[in-house]
């Protein structure tokens, strides 16, 4: 861990990562919902509730993290500084929490059955409520997907987080991990819902276009970092790049997030899409599980290499000629 | 610190400035020169010139100057901070010395703290609005409020902010250990090398032009000389 960033430790990466994959989740669980209906009832209600919780343990974790916890769950004073991008980050985590719940309660059998005993004129809302609030969850999940990035790019110090390319990055891969997670859940219930071969192949395509989008990005970000630095940030960025795809946690970078997270989820994606068969299903469960692996070390590997620059070399060597 | 010690320590100042005018003259004592030796030097050795550093805050941003040539990495300055700031042992200080190597030739010393940045990330990355920056632009953060999050630590371009068991914590120019805003704290007092200068850093440059400004988006009222 020598030469590493370690003042944020496992449970921010974590955060970032579970909060991505719950957004994801979420707006991929609307598209299966709103092009299969009831036939993937449970697949759709189960991974919207799957990304409740990703999101609630992440908000659990980054609480853990903090020195005064109990002082960090009084939002209200905590999270009032609105030009913290943290603040705008934990008021949208909020807001989506509380409006996946209640896409859940609309979209699940028991639990609007038991809406409707208290409110009689629940039950003829309900489609139009799942739809009104399935696309503000949308756009929230979209807003926590990207704000995961934000939250490091806004930080200044941090040369590696400091670009606009890190918010696309997360936001590529939270989707990806979303559908990941959708798919998984999708496999659990293959016997019971059958999803219909349309649905099925957008998100294969998804997968496709998500990870072939992610590799780009990836590429973009690191190759505009390594090389010849003449400024004290540019020198940290290159340092943190070089950690990455050379350095002690290229095993990690080239291994788990490009073969296993990006590599291994595209060649599931043509197999299944190629194949058509029930082996199509084992197929994206190998993929989608390499994808979430991919996108948890992700977090993890750019936590870690966040290193900060020292721009007081820079003003000494001017010093000196 | 009694406000009568302050007084006493800007009287001291006074009469050190009419010796720098002495100094100036050549006629120099030794003790002047330990104060104000580096200003000599700066106006000794024209040619080396950096990027000239313009004020880039509000009047009466306080900053410091640092002349590393004239730094022995005694640990005055830092020791200073931990005594009066009643910095536990265990705890590392809020000022350090940066040791930088150059090749053929004896390593330059920096002491560095809080730069009290003109535009400090620090508090705008604070999700409680625990920092501000106040009074002659001292950046300090409220122990009350702050949650802990670490955010600051990753926005400071410098690596500044530090965390104990209560709250992050940094240098606040010893406001909590007495010093009024603008006054000297205790580290550039402790200095007895001239390397560790406090002041309205309008004034800093006009003493000594040639400073280098330390380059962040965060505009540091830091500089080098």
């Known amino acids: 861990m020598e030469g590493l960033q370690v003042v944020w430790g496992w449970q921010p990466a974590l955060y970032l990562f579970l909060g991505g994959m719950g957004a ?9 919902y709103f092009r299969e209906g009831e036939k993937c009832r449970g697949t759709a209600v189960v991974s919207v509730l799957a990304a409740v919780v990703c999101l609630v ?3 659990l974790l980054l609480l853990s993290e903090l020195i005064t916890p109990l002082r960090g769950m009084m939002m209200w004073q905590s999270f009032s500084n609105f030009t913290s991008w943290m603040t705008f980050g934990a008021w949208i985590v909020f807001a989506a929490v509380v409006v996946f719940v209640l896409v859940a309660v609309c979209m699940g059998k028991r639990s609007s ?5 208290v409110w009689k004129g629940f039950e003829g809302l309900v489609p139009k409520l799942a739809r009104i609030l399935g696309v503000v969850g949308v756009a929230l999940g979209l807003c926590v997907a990207a704000y995961t990035g934000i939250l490091l790019m806004s930080a200044p110090g941090v040369p590696l987080w400091n670009t606009p390319l890190l918010p696309c990055l997360f936001t590529v891969s939270a989707l990806d991990t979303g559908v990941a997670l959708v798919e998984v859940v999708a496999f659990v219930f293959r016997k019971k819902e059958d999803m219909g071969e349309g649905t099925a192949k957008i998100l294969e395509i998804a997968v496709v276009a998500l990870v072939v989008l992610e590799l780009a990005v990836l590429a973009l ?13 540019a020198a940290a960025a290159a340092q943190s790049a070089s950690i990455l795809v050379e350095g002690q946690l290229a095993p990690f970078f080239w291994g788990l997030v490009v073969a296993v ?18 082996k199509a299903g084992i197929t994206s469960l190998v993929g989608a599980i390499g994808a979430m692996v991919g996108g948890c070390t992700l977090r993890f590997i750019i936590i870690l290499a966040g290193l900060h620059a020292d721009p007081v070399m820079g003003a000494v060597a001017v010093l000196l000629g | 610190m009694s406000k009568t010690t302050l007084l006493n320590r800007r009287e001291a100042v006074k009469m050190a400035a009419a010796g720098a005018l002495l100094a100036a003259s050549g006629s120099c004592i030794v003790v002047v020169q330990q104060a104000f030796g580096d200003d000599v030097q700066a106006e000794e050795e024209p040619e080396k010139k950096g990027d000239v550093g313009a004020p880039v805050a509000v009047n009466g941003q306080v900053g410091f100057l640092v002349k590393p ?15 009066f700031n009643k910095i536990p042992d265990e705890e590392p200080t809020w000022r350090r010395v940066t040791k930088y190597e150059r090749d053929g030739e004896a390593p330059l010393f920096v002491s560095t703290s809080c730069m009290h940045c003109a535009d400090p990330a620090c508090a705008t990355v604070c999700p409680a609005g625990a920092i501000t920056k106040g009074e002659a632009g001292i950046v300090s953060v409220n122990p009350d409020r702050c949650i802990g999050c670490k955010y600051c630590y990753q926005a400071c371009p410098f690596s500044v902010p530090q ?38 850093v309008a004034d800093l440059l006009e003493k000594c032009p040639d400073a280098v400004v330390v380059d962040a988006s965060t505009a540091p009222s830091l500089y080098l000389a």
Do not use: W
Not at chain 1, 113 to 117: D, E, F, P, R
């Open chain 1, 24 to 32: 994801g989740a979420f707006v991929a669980a609307m598209i299966v």
């Open chain 1, 221 to 233: 970000l690191l190759t505009s970092m390594l090389g010849e630095a003449d400024t004290a940030v």
């Open chain 1, 113 to 117: 059955a038991l809406v409707s005993k």
């Open chain 1, 261 to 278: 997270g990006l590599a291994l989820p595209l060649v599931a994606a043509v197999l299944a899409f190629v194949l058509k068969s029930k």
């Open chain 2, 163 to 200: 965390y104990n068991s209560q709250s992050m914590v940094k240098c606040d120019c010893c406001l909590g250990n007495g010093v009024k805003p603008g006054e000297t704290p205790h580290c550039a007092e402790a200095c007895n090398f001239g390397a560790l200068h406090f002041g309205i």
């Open chain 1, 57 to 59: 343990v992440g908000l």
């Open chain 2, 69 to 83: 040539k004239n730094c022995l990495n005694c640990q005055a300055c830092v020791e200073a901070c931990r005594k």
